[in-house]
């Protein structure tokens, strides 16, 4: 019995392998780097990344790793298999750490923290993306420019502009596209352009769009979200506000109609002299 914590073993091997969490000992040492180890298993594995070693094959795809557990996790890709459930939803998965991140979805819960600037998420990767921000880390390189990204998704999304690959088609006509956003936040390129050809408009107003639907709404509730923080100028659009902003700034601003006295967009300034001028 270990006399620290009552740990108890039926093998002294055991209990002398469990005393090393205590002390700290790492007696299997790596003759090829400074790396030391608890136990022989750790120490094992550890070499591999210097001989290149990858023991554990699946038989399905060839897929070759340096540990027996990165393989039972490879093989579910194969089985569909998702052991691990939650236990307030019907949802499953493949692996622990899924779940885990999953489960912050009930709780609210945001344990991964920046040291930078206090920023919190619920999923490491987040964390992971967001310091980026602080190391300015752009580890993904474009090797057909001197383009470089801090996601894999931003490079992908890149180099098909050198491709020129269009993955997303138009069943009615050869238009063709680069991306489909998700359908949760925003209509893509390629739903804008399908409506053209069925007018299907699902947001009611008039408007084909979500973000025009909520820009109209404006005009029944007369909010304005947007205000200048320099006066306390408020409006409905940001467009607005931007230009706006250009009166404090001195930046010069698009032409002023003279009748009216009062800025206007290009489209607005030309309505306003047609108006004048008849």
């Known amino acids: 019995m270990c006399g620290e914590c009552g740990y108890r073993a039926a093998y002294k091997s055991d209990l002398s392998r469990h005393m090393r969490t205590h002390t700290g000992e790492k007696p299997y040492k790596c003759d090829q780097c400074d790396y030391s180890a608890a136990e022989k298993c750790a120490l094992v ?4 990344k210097h001989t290149g070693e ?13 540990q027996k557990h990165n393989l ?48 919190r998420t619920a999923l490491r990767a987040n964390l992971s993306r967001h310091m980026k921000t602080h190391t300015g880390g752009k580890l993904f390189k ?5 383009y470089s990204a801090a996601r894999k998704s931003d490079l992908s999304f890149h180099v098909k502009r050198h491709t020129g690959e269009k993955l997303y088609m ?31 408009k699902p947001y009611m107003c008039g408007e084909s769009r979500s973000s025009h639907l909520s820009r109209h709404k404006r005009t029944h509730t007369e909010e304005k979200p947007y205000m200048c923080g320099e006066c306390g100028y408020r409006t409905d659009r940001k467009s607005n506000l931007s230009r706006h902003m250009k009166t404090h700034s001195g930046e010069k601003r698009n032409p002023t109609c003279v009748t009216s006295d009062r800025a206007a967009g290009k489209n607005e300034q030309s309505e306003q002299i047609k108006t004048h001028t008849a």
């Open 72 to 119: 039972l996790r490879h093989m579910r890709t194969h089985t569909g298999e998702k052991p691990y459930k939650c236990d307030q939803c019907d949802y499953s998965a493949a692996e622990k750490s899924t779940l885990d991140d999953h489960m912050t979805k009930h709780t609210g819960q945001k344990p991964y923290m920046c040291g930078e600037c206090g920023y």
């Open 45 to 48: 594995r550890h070499v591999t």
């Open 170 to 200: 138009c069943d009615h006509c050869d238009y063709s596209t680069t991306q489909k956003s998700s359908l949760d936040t925003q209509k893509s390129s390629l739903d804008q352009h399908l409506a053209r050809h069925s007018g299907d």
């Open 142 to 146: 474009c090797d057909q420019c001197n």
């Open 54 to 66: 990858k023991p554990y094959m699946c038989g399905e795809c060839g897929y070759r790793t340096t």
